[in-house]
């Protein structure tokens, strides 16, 4: 069950202007992007080859719930 803490961030979630994120594949760590080039560029530098995972278009919006 999550904390309160959890529950209260989802409630009022803090502002930011960063859209995606990815977790690296060795590290673990979060990286975070603003726009979805850069979020492909994190994708390629972190988890490696954009085109072989998504050989088709993926808008932005489709990520986004």
């Known amino acids: 069950n999550p904390g309160i803490s959890a ?4 409630i009022y979630p803090e502002k930011s202007d960063y859209w995606y994120y990815l977790s690296a594949k ?3 760590e979060t990286i975070f992007a ?3 080039e850069e979020h492909k560029q994190n994708i390629e ?3 490696g080859e ?3 995972r998504y050989n088709k278009k993926i808008s932005p919006s489709s990520l986004r719930r």
């Open 7 to 10: 529950i209260r961030a989802t």
């Open 26 to 28: 060795d590290s673990g």
């Open 34 to 36: 603003k726009t979805y």
């Open 45 to 47: 530098k972190y988890l």
């Open 50 to 52: 954009w085109e072989e």
